[in-house]
């Protein structure tokens, strides 16, 4: 799987890539479907196209966990600044995307019967892992942008430029039909050489991820007892290590993106890390919102007066996962190996050789706009302009984890059973030892208990992408995603605190918890109806 996920299939109109056994001009429709590794091929395609490391990465800018201070990768800046259109590219590239990822699953299921000598279970591996692939690039278009186009086989040309948008409803049954399908057909792990693929326990994974997103919580709870109940996922002892390089595949991961060093790599935190630490600018910083919800040690938030917060020294007692997600000043950057360095944040605070080039500059620089850097993700062996093969991860059991607490308290059910298999699991992993910070409180109100959980949740799972999926379903955009995004507390001392004032942002309620259908989409099919106040 690692050493051909990165190839990809020039035939029958999928875009012309590379293949690890290159079709060169040999190939068309009448033969090509003549070998199962021909059909393994397009497989691959499939899988590469579900999801990009760039959203990966800049879907945080859409949140509240990071600015987009430079730039507009993937329409970060500009929707969150509500400055865009039906005619921003991240719209289209959105749409085309999935679209082309359905593409090849469509394909490869009208085909596969057409190949010969293929071993029935094999192929019924195949056909399974398509189905959900297909299943999850509907879901992704169904959770943007509503109501989409739904179909089962290739259409033509002319066919794509007719197409009606089916009700979203009619999508999410197929994608938990395709997701129940496909579990049925895989197995619960693969061997060595097959790392990375598709399992029973991703296609429950995401079917409870969906229905989560649902707000559908007996059957998101009920699917999450089911992942844990398989005994094939545990929580990683150490926070840092889930997403080190050396530690790829670990028992948390239960559906990754795969890369490949010097094959299939991507460079974005050449954008996000500090400079000191290699990188060439910043692109996307971390959020002081962010940095508040982390708890300080003994359980409490920042703002309880027994917290013993000091603004002045605001990173001291925090909860450990700030320094293995997040960079502030007097940061100590380390590597495997012992080579460290101090980062230096605060204006005028470098004395080192580095010279101040992570220091935060007012309307300038190079640095972060917030006064924060990115540490989760980073891979220390890296190429050149920080290209990395380290595996992206898209659930991981700590997040099923989360999900079910959040289920059962919707539901009224959280009590100290819950807790201690969920958010106290979480906390002590996490390195608390405190009792009010592990402990479950029975006086806790639901309404207390979803505040901690939400927290919870942000802080575990901060810079891994799903930070804005969770505040559009909350229907919390419109609070956290308008006004003055602030940084560290190097700003103005007569404004906002001090804190910095590293942009404003802008979302419309009545609008934005759907994203427009793109422009050029509706030019080319006239039966794409638009989405509300667009």
Request: charged share 20%; proline share 4%.
């Amino acid at each position: 799987m690692r050493r051909t996920l990165f190839y990809t299939l020039c035939l029958l109109g999928l875009g012309c890539q590379k293949l690890n056994q290159s079709p060169g001009d040999k190939y068309t429709d009448a033969n090509y479907w003549s070998t199962p590794a021909n059909a393994n091929a397009l497989l691959n395609t499939a899988y590469a196209q579900m999801y990009g490391s760039d959203v990966f990465f800049y879907n945080e800018g859409i949140s509240d966990n990071c600015y987009c201070g430079r730039g507009d990768q993937d329409g970060a800046f500009s929707i969150a600044s509500g400055s865009f259109d039906a005619s921003n590219g991240r719209f289209e590239s959105e749409w085309s995307g999935h679209y082309g990822g359905i593409k090849s699953c469509n394909v490869l299921l009208d085909n596969v019967d057409r190949v010969p000598n293929y071993d029935t279970v094999q192929k019924a591996q195949l056909i399974a892992q398509t189905r959900f692939i297909r299943a999850f690039q509907y879901w992704q278009l169904m959770t943007w942008f509503g109501d989409v186009p739904l179909f089962d086989h290739d259409i033509t040309l002319q066919q794509s430029q007719t197409i009606a948008r089916t009700p979203r409803a009619q999508v999410l049954a197929f994608v938990m039909a395709e997701l129940s399908t496909a579990q049925a057909g895989l197995p619960a792990s693969w061997d060595a050489a097959d790392l990375g693929r598709i399992t029973s326990g991703a296609c429950l994974a995401l079917k409870a991820r969906v229905q989560l997103y649902e707000g559908n919580w007996q059957a998101a709870a009920a699917l999450c007892d089911s992942v844990i109940a398989t005994n094939s996922y545990s929580l990683v002892s150490s926070y840092a290590n889930i997403f080190s390089i050396a530690n790829e595949h670990n028992s948390e991961v239960i559906l990754d993106e795969e890369f490949v060093p010097t094959q299939r790599m991507y460079g974005w935190t050449f954008d996000l890390i500090p400079i000191s630490a290699g990188a060439r600018d910043n692109a996307l910083a971390p959020t002081q919102s962010l940095v508040d919800d982390y708890l300080m040690m003994n359980g409490d938030t920042i703002t309880q007066a027994s917290s013993g917060y000091d603004p002045n020294n605001p990173y001291i007692n925090r909860d450990p996962r700030m320094t293995a997600t997040l960079v502030y000043h007097l940061y100590n950057w380390t590597v495997p190996g012992g080579a460290s360095h101090t980062i230096y944040i605060k204006p005028g605070s470098d004395t080192s050789a580095t010279k101040g080039a992570d220091e935060y500059v007012p309307n300038g620089g190079f640095g972060s706009s917030t006064g924060y850097y990115w540490r989760k993700y980073f891979d220390w062996t890296a190429q050149p302009g920080e290209n990395s093969g380290l595996d992206l991860i898209l659930i991981r059991y700590g997040d099923i984890l989360l999900m079910d607490a959040e289920a059962r308290n919707e539901l009224g059910q959280m009590d100290a059973t819950v807790w201690n298999q969920t958010i106290g699991a979480l906390r002590t992993r996490a390195g608390f030892t405190d009792p009010n910070a592990i402990q479950f409180n029975a006086a806790w109100t639901q309404a207390q208990l979803r505040s901690i959980i939400r927290r919870e949740r942000r802080t575990e799972l901060a810079l891994e992408g799903l930070r804005a999926f969770d505040i559009r379903r909350w229907k919390t955009s419109e609070v956290v995603m308008n006004g003055t995004v602030h940084g560290a507390m190097y700003g103005d001392p007569s404004v906002d605190g001090g804190y910095i004032q590293a942009g404003k942002r802008t979302f419309n309620a009545a609008r934005d918890y759907l994203w427009p259908i793109p422009t050029y989409e509706r030019q080319q099919n006239p039966n794409l109806t638009q989405n509300p106040n667009y």
